[in-house]
């Protein structure tokens, strides 16, 4: 079992920054691809940005240049860097982790999410 933990929303307005922590209760980002997804109400989540296990990052199109995905092995945390941000950022953002055995079943781990609104 792996438990996750979120922090760091809350409320900014137009063009500030946030960063988002979500903190791994063991040590698994050696396997595990760490993800944030956002939802609003009445939408599915979607995807912000991924790492792999092995450093390869990926972004939705809507974040690209905007936001940062980094992790810290030592405090088993991963981040999000978000600049520029937009109301249309305003959502929930829920920290994944996942691991799919090349035998075996997929490990797969939420986090209990953090609000995060953009508004003036």
């Known amino acids: 079992q792996v438990q996750l933990v979120e922090s760091g929303g809350g409320l900014v307005q137009p063009g500030g920054s946030l960063r988002l922590s979500c903190v791994a209760s063991r040590s698994i980002f050696s396997i595990y691809t760490m993800t944030w997804y956002r939802q609003t109400p009445g939408k599915q989540r979607e995807l912000v940005a991924a790492?792999?296990?092995?450093?390869?990052?990926n972004y939705a199109d809507s974040v690209k240049g905007r936001f940062t995905i980094s992790r810290d092995n030592a405090k088993n945390t991963v981040y999000l860097q978000m600049n520029s941000l937009k109301p249309e950022d305003t959502a929930v953002y829920y920290c994944n982790a996942r691991w799919t055995p090349l035998m075996g079943t997929t490990s797969n781990y939420w986090g209990q999410g953090t609000q995060v609104t953009v508004s003036s």
């Open positions: 790492m792999a296990s092995g450093g390869s990052t």
